[in-house]
């Protein structure tokens, strides 16, 4: 039974419910209000509601448009364009900052504006899907001993928890050290019309509580759920999203655990040395994937062509990234860090060489000659086209937010920077050596340098999957693009920026500030100037 003392919902909370995943606002809970019997009753005869809100999570993450509702806006394809934007805004894809990129002002910094469109679909973004997360837990009783309403209750405390993740540390520095500075307003399910609009920032330290309570929560609801598919959170993603966290607040023992808990619980494995000599990563179905986003011909992303993840970076397919458009926006590896990958390593192969040639598979693939194409020196081949068939005009490959690559190295580097350096080398070295280089030994002679040595693994292995940027502010790194002078950056995008600087946090949009009295021009992030290129 839903407690009538506790609950009294909106009546956009009821259109959410009919109408599954279309709902255009993004956070407020405005409108009149329905009574706790009338949401008992529509419960009851129509149970299979609830499960459209549920499976509307995964499909908001993938669709287009996701926030914008304009199909002219190229890069509103959901997380994977959230994704794109983030490794655009670091040191390690090289995008040319022309007008076939969409992502040019992210590489250039002239998405900090805090009325441009970058800054507004950032915050949308997570907030439309938090709001998601809140519609659905605001039609159940925490209380429930239903074990399917159990379930919904967990997924949906996982995806807030996910979101909110990811607003901490755009919109703030790294947890420690910063947990009493400004993080972002917090809404639940139980914050009021009223409040949300007089709704201030509150401290990094306040997102995180919550964003491990979400989590704790979530982990016991999903104990035995079996998920329908890979596109669902189970109770493996809940320990993967929380091992994040952890590794965020440095509770290294938690993160170690969840990590190694998350791998137990999804029987996840990597990608074998085999499958990644050659174009991948293309298949959220994969044994490696814990969490990801399947992508089908009959999703609005494909039939746009061109708006979305594969047309955007995969070089192999049709698309602004691609072989097939007159002028293609290559996405590149910067040629430092491309530099530093041994030759004995499968993943150099991912990237051409300045001959236009893999160390995998050579100067083509599948009937595509990289260097007839016009493809630029370090453009990448880690993501295979649809069907791993080049000449597929169909842009349906799946998109990966979690894979068991990822835990495994959270749990090394938590491993070590708890106190065990040889139990994090140990990690390291057989996950490096089994799967990716077998010549690979570790140097490190500390746990800080195993750290350093894993974050470079991490930009590696994870290169255009939207963890580098995040890696940056954790470990409090600078962004370097160019280096004891070298650099394949492009003009307007050659500079370096310290570590923890102003431009590093994304701005409020002004929209947020005039429709809410708790934030001011005064509470915003000030990036600063734009970066001065070379």
């Not at 001993?145 to 996982?158: E, M, N, P, S, W």
């Not at 989590?215 to 999903?222: C, E, P, Q, T």
């Amino acid at each position: 039974m839903i407690k009538a003392t506790k609950f009294i919902y909106s009546i956009l909370a009821l259109s959410l419910f009919f109408s599954g995943c279309e709902e255009k606002l993004d956070t407020a809970p405005d409108g009149d209000t329905v009574t706790v019997d009338q949401l008992e009753d529509i419960l009851a005869k129509w149970p299979d509601r609830l499960q459209a809100n549920i499976t509307g999570f995964s499909s908001f993450m993938v669709n287009f448009p996701a926030v914008t509702d304009d199909n002219d806006q190229q890069d509103d394809f959901g997380y994977p364009s959230i994704a794109t934007r983030m490794e655009h805004n670091g040191q390690d894809m090289v995008g040319d900052p022309i007008g076939y990129n969409w992502f040019r002002n992210n590489q250039t910094y002239e998405d900090r504006l805090i009325t441009s469109d970058n800054t507004s679909y950032m915050w949308r973004y997570f907030y439309k899907h938090i709001k998601r997360a809140n519609d659905v837990l605001k039609l159940i009783d925490p209380e429930t001993t239903d074990a399917v309403q159990k379930q919904y209750i967990g997924q949906a405390l996982v995806i807030r928890a996910f979101n909110y993740l990811h607003l901490a540390q755009l919109y703030q520095y790294t947890y420690k050290g910063n947990e009493d500075k400004a993080c972002v307003p917090i809404i639940t399910e139980s914050t009021t019309s009223e409040e949300i609009l007089n709704n201030p920032r509150v401290p990094v330290s306040k997102v995180y509580e919550l964003i491990l309570s979400d989590l704790d929560r979530a982990v016991l609801l999903l104990e035995g759920f079996v998920r329908a598919d890979v596109t669902a959170v189970n109770q493996a993603v809940a320990y993967g999203v929380r091992a994040r966290a952890n590794l965020v607040m440095e509770n290294w023992a938690g993160a170690a655990s969840d990590a190694q808990n998350a791998l137990t619980k999804s029987g996840a494995t990597p990608y074998t040395l085999a499958e990644v000599s050659e174009p991948n990563f293309d298949d959220a179905t994969h044994n490696s994937v814990l969490w990801g986003g399947v992508i089908t011909a009959e999703d609005a992303a494909v039939k746009s062509g061109i708006c979305n993840f594969t047309s955007m970076v995969t070089s192999l397919c049709y698309g602004y990234g691609g072989y097939t458009t007159i002028v293609s926006v290559w996405k590149k590896i910067n040629v430092n860090l491309y530099n530093r990958i041994p030759d004995t390593d499968v993943r150099k192969g991912w990237w051409i060489d300045d001959k236009g040639v893999s160390t995998t598979v050579g100067e083509s693939w599948k009937g595509i000659n990289f260097a007839e194409k016009g493809m630029h020196s370090y453009t990448n081949i880690k993501f295979a086209p649809n069907n791993k068939e080049p000449l597929d005009p169909n842009n349906a490959t799946d998109f990966i937010y979690m894979r068991a690559e990822e835990m495994i190295l959270i749990n090394a580097e938590a491993t070590a920077m708890a106190g065990d350096l040889n139990g994090g080398k140990t990690i390291l070295e057989d996950f490096v050596k089994t799967y990716r280089n077998p010549d690979f030994a570790s140097a490190a002679s500390s746990s800080k340098l195993l750290q350093d040595e894993i974050w470079l693994q991490r930009r590696v292995e994870f290169w255009g999957e939207g963890q580098s940027w995040f890696d940056i502010k954790r470990l409090k790194k600078p962004i370097l693009r160019k280096e004891n002078g070298t650099s394949n950056f492009a003009t307007g995008a050659i500079f370096n920026i310290e570590a923890e600087a102003p431009i590093m946090l994304w701005a409020i949009p002004r929209s947020e500030i005039l429709a809410n009295g708790g934030i001011s021009e005064a509470d915003n992030n000030v990036p600063g100037p734009k970066p001065v290129s070379e």
